[in-house]
């Protein structure tokens, strides 16, 4: 997202960015990422914001997520063991 969200006075927010599709393995040299415009949305309610996350251009929801200020996010790569 080029800026920083702002809330409504209720307390939403809406701002338009870019999603890039991440995969396994490594990234060459050259190759182009899978880009998308997306349009981030949601609320804020005293420590917690629901985020809903949908791509612009094919109506694609992302996802739908709950953050709580200071608690750990959880990022879960996948990575598959490299075969001999």
Known sequence: ???PLTRDDRDGFNASGTFVREHGGP???GQVPDSH???YFGS???NT???TVELTDTREV???FTLVRNSPGRVVKCLLPLSR
């Open 1 to 3: 997202m080029p800026s």
């Open 27 to 29: 990234i060459f040299v």
């Open 37 to 39: 415009p997306a349009v």
């Open 44 to 46: 804020v309610t005293a």
């Open 49 to 51: 914001m629901a985020l």
């Open 62 to 64: 992302i996802g739908m």
